[in-house]
């Protein structure tokens, strides 16, 4: 048997609350997630139970046909779409890795462990690779295990040392734990710095795009600053925050692309990007991107605006930008954007916008939205600003 090194089949339950498309969106998001990753996907299990197996997470014969499969077609990973608990890991690791199958070893992923091995293959400033290394370190602590040692491409350069035995884990445990305080004194150092460069930032309006991954948001913050920022058809292209000084009209104004959000965001991840959330959190003006096209975005926005109030920043003013609209214009169907506006209204979000950020369509209404709400906040800084007139019909 040849082992295949990236191919996965992903694992997913369908509770009492879920439907069978719900489920199916969040495989293909999973799927999306693994090719980022650098993993294909051959198959995909679900299972309708109304709460995980204690032990497995599926049921026995569920994960016997998984098991088949797996070791069939020499499956190297297994992806599930929820979080595994530290014993739920340890018995697949076991089910799945057999004594009787010493050359062949089969690496057990959660939703959780996904996401950090992206980020760890996207942080690239020693401020996000911290972070990461922080998090990546706090989920691999309770889930040691003699099989463990499957983990080490994941963990990159977390420092930590396998082992294949209670005395080198104990080992590794002692490691990691010394590993932790230390990066998050080092993480204490860099939001003391940060802190001190956002006091001296009052005098200018701070401005923050978020939203749901792959949604546009760098490509917009390009348009907006003609910066460089990595924009690409992937999850989480973005994991070290951006800050850009952007002038439209006359008005100057820093305006950052952070990390986007998703479902189940692994709550190590949240609370060690912290230092990187604060651009979200102290932030004067909130422009919220959502991808119109995705049939679920109405969920996406959900996410985002949750996850905005358990980071602490749920009363910051918001501008709802509908971006893609190009892919809608493709159907047959024709859109009736007012009512569109008036739909998202009723949903709490006063400003609507829909625009194209790859086609570039209405751009420049937004630029003039932006501006509005920018000179509003500026006023308030400086209350003797004259504002002069713009043709927005031109480029400003």
Do not use: C
Not at 110 to 129: K, N
């Amino acid at each position: 048997m040849i082992k295949d090194e990236r191919k996965a089949v992903l694992v997913a339950l369908i509770n009492g609350k879920d439907e069978h498309d719900e489920t199916q969106e969040h495989l293909d998001e999973l799927a999306f997630l693994a090719e980022t990753a650098g993993i294909a996907t051959l198959k995909q299990f679900t299972q309708r139970l109304s709460h995980p197996d204690v032990r497995t997470f599926v049921g026995k014969g569920k994960l016997e046909e998984i098991k088949t499969f797996v070791f069939l077609k020499g499956v190297s990973s297994v992806i599930f779409d929820d979080d595994l608990s530290p014993s739920q890991l340890r018995n697949l690791e076991k089910e799945l890795n057999p004594e009787s199958r010493e050359d062949f070893k089969v690496r057990i992923y959660d939703r959780s462990l996904l996401i950090l091995d992206i980020f760890v293959l996207r942080a690239q400033t020693a401020q996000a690779r911290t972070q990461v290394e922080l998090a990546m370190n706090q989920y691999l602590l309770p889930r040691l295990t003699r099989l463990w040692t499957h983990l080490e491409r994941q963990r990159g350069g977390t420092g930590t040392r396998g082992g294949s035995g209670e005395k080198e884990i104990e080992t590794d445990r002692r490691v990691i734990k010394a590993d932790i305080k230390a990066l998050k004194e080092e993480l204490e150092k860099i939001d003391k710095q940060r802190q001190t460069q956002r006091k001296s930032r009052t005098s200018i309006v701070r401005i923050s795009f978020v939203g749901y991954t792959n949604v546009g948001k760098s490509t917009l913050m390009n348009l907006l600053s003609k910066a460089n920022v990595k924009a690409e058809n992937k999850l989480f292209a973005t994991v070290d925050a951006t800050v850009r000084k952007v002038v439209i009209g006359d008005i100057p104004f820093l305006l950052s692309d952070t990390v986007g959000f998703i479902r189940k965001l692994p709550h190590h991840l949240i609370e060690s990007f912290k230092s990187t959330l604060d651009e979200v959190r102290e932030a004067d003006l909130l422009l919220h991107v959502a991808d119109i096209a995705h049939p679920f975005h109405k969920n996406h926005i959900d996410v985002v605006t949750k996850t905005l109030g358990e980071i602490g920043a749920g009363n910051i003013p918001v501008v709802l930008i509908l971006n893609k609209i190009d892919l809608l214009e493709k159907t047959e169907e024709p859109v009736d954007w007012e009512e569109q506006k008036g739909y998202y209204r009723s949903l709490g979000f006063e400003q609507v916008i829909f625009v194209s950020a790859f086609e570039k369509e209405k751009i420049q209404e937004l630029k003039k939205l932006v501006y509005d709400e920018v000179k509003k906040k500026h006023l308030m800084i400086y209350p003797n600003y004259l504002a002069p007139q713009y043709d927005w019909t031109e480029e400003v």
